[in-house]
């Protein structure tokens, strides 16, 4: 278990805010102890809670071309057939999976291929359930196409608490399958956008886990 770099300048400013808290409560009420432990305990509570948030476990990823791998770990809230409108602009089998706070959020490619497609979109941050999150909050676009010349998009998309998006894609690169794309911060969502035809291996309420859950199986 190591803790994701992302997480180092959060990290800092919660044990600097911890210091000073506990400082002015030390200097203020110094006769005060019950209150004072109530401050110590709260304090251990939010940093154990940031510490947790950015972690990164270790994971054994199998890697398999005619597999969908899960981007993110958290639980499945969209399987439906809808139009993608962006980039593909045909029919496609959409899967989201919801992020909670308590999730791991690092974030990894579902399949290998070349980035054909990376954008980056400022917009609102509604909860991450809400139907128009999809294409009005802050979100970014990938795109990767197989060997096969199968594309599959997916997007990151912020919600009410994830303020920022990091996004490692770059259009021309090569991806790995369950290589690390990006990191959402404090809970959002993901949408994968799959061919019509291609058989999902995972159910509405599913929990599932970045990198080891097979999402979907793609036609030959």
């Known amino acids: 278990m190591t803790i994701h770099k992302e997480g180092y300048t959060s990290i800092a400013l919660c044990i600097l805010f911890i210091f000073v808290l506990n400082a002015v409560v030390n200097f203020l009420l110094p006769e005060t102890v019950w209150f004072r432990w109530i401050i110590y305990i709260l304090s251990f509570a939010l940093f154990v809670i940031i510490l947790q948030f950015f972690r990164n476990p270790y994971i054994e990823v199998l890697k398999n071309e005619e597999h969908v791998i899960c981007p993110a770990d958290g639980k499945v809230v969209v399987i439906e057939e809808t139009e993608e409108t962006e980039y593909l602009k045909d029919r496609r089998i959409q899967v989201s999976v919801f992020m909670s706070p308590i999730n791991v959020h690092v974030n990894r490619n579902p399949?290998?291929?070349?980035?054909?497609?990376?954008?980056?979109?400022?917009?609102?941050?509604?909860?991450?359930?809400?139907?128009?999150?999809?294409?009005?909050?802050?979100?970014?676009?990938?795109?990767?196409?197989?060997?096969?010349?199968?594309?599959?998009?997916?997007?990151q998309?912020?919600?009410?608490?994830?303020?920022?998006?990091?996004?490692?894609?770059?259009?021309?690169?090569?991806?790995?399958?369950?290589?690390?794309?990006?990191?959402?911060?404090?809970?959002?969502?993901?949408?994968?956008?799959?061919?019509?035809g291609?058989?999902?291996?995972?159910?509405?309420?599913?929990?599932?886990?970045?990198?080891?859950?097979v999402l979907a199986h793609l036609k030959k």
């Open 198 to 213: 291609t058989e999902i291996k995972v159910g509405l309420g599913e929990v599932v886990k970045g990198g080891i859950t």
């Open 157 to 196: 998309i912020a919600g009410a608490l994830a303020r920022r998006i990091v996004c490692y894609s770059q259009e021309g690169q090569t991806a790995e399958q369950g290589e690390e794309f990006g990191f959402i911060k404090f809970g959002s969502r993901v949408d994968v956008f799959l061919p019509l």
């Open 111 to 155: 399949i290998s291929g070349i980035v054909k497609y990376f954008k980056y979109h400022p917009g609102k941050f509604l909860v991450a359930w809400h139907p128009k999150s999809s294409t009005e909050n802050e979100r970014t676009t990938v795109v990767i196409e197989n060997k096969q010349g199968v594309s599959v998009l997916f997007r």
